[in-house]
């Protein structure tokens, strides 16, 4: 071996250490037979075959390695379409589902002759959902309820009631809390004041 390593020196001979093996075009995935190219293709730098280095520019190392990567005029001027932020949708829930509508549901559907299954096609849902009306498992929603008031010609859906507040709690002090007994007092007032006005 050493004899080998001098007789290499000696008489200018270089030894390729490298084993040649088949490289595959990173584009079309064929053997390169021959030597490979390297080309630049859509920005990318591959090593391809002949038949593929026509969709790119052929490249020696130096030059794609020489080239500084700071981006052009014409790309650095690229304007950005900015999304119009969509506004938010305030919805008012005006109506709401009564009580009582397991009940309502069953009393008219078996007032229709309807099973489970003709109603569920009749409002193209499954037959589960109607099941689980009935037996107050699940509330529908409005527009389930709508559908429902449209093929078994009910109501279900009612505006929704708002709660009344007491006009007037007395304050007897100003810096003094409201007791149980002011609340009752106030009830009795007001129950009177009711009392008074059919009379």
């Known amino acids: 071996m050493i004899f080998f390593d001098n007789y290499k020196h000696q008489h200018g001979y270089k030894l390729n250490l490298q084993v040649k093996r088949k490289v595959r075009c990173e584009v079309c995935g ?24 026509k969709h790119g520019k052929i490249v020696t190392q130096d030059e794609y390695t020489s080239k500084p990567k700071s981006p052009s005029k014409s790309s650095a001027h690229i304007p950005v379409m900015q999304q119009k932020k969509k506004p938010k949708i305030r919805v008012e829930i005006t109506q709401e589902i009564i009580a009582d509508y397991p009940v309502k549901i069953r009393q008219a559907r078996e007032k229709l002759c309807l099973t489970h299954e003709d109603l569920a096609k009749r409002i193209n849902e499954k037959t ?54 002011d609340l009752i007092q106030f009830n009795k007032s007001s129950e009177e004041q009711t009392e008074r006005k059919p009379s």
């Open 128 to 181: 589960s959902v109607i099941g689980k009306l009935e037996t107050g498992k699940i509330s529908p929603s409005n527009i389930l309820a709508t559908k429902l008031e449209h093929a078994l010609k009910i109501k279900l859906l009612t505006p929704i009631a708002e709660e009344k507040t007491p006009q007037q709690i007395p304050k007897t002090a100003v810096n003094r809390e409201i007791t149980l007994g």
């Open 30 to 53: 064929r053997k390169i037979h021959g030597s490979p190219m390297t080309a630049v293709i859509e920005g990318a730098r591959l090593t391809v075959c002949v038949e593929c280095s």
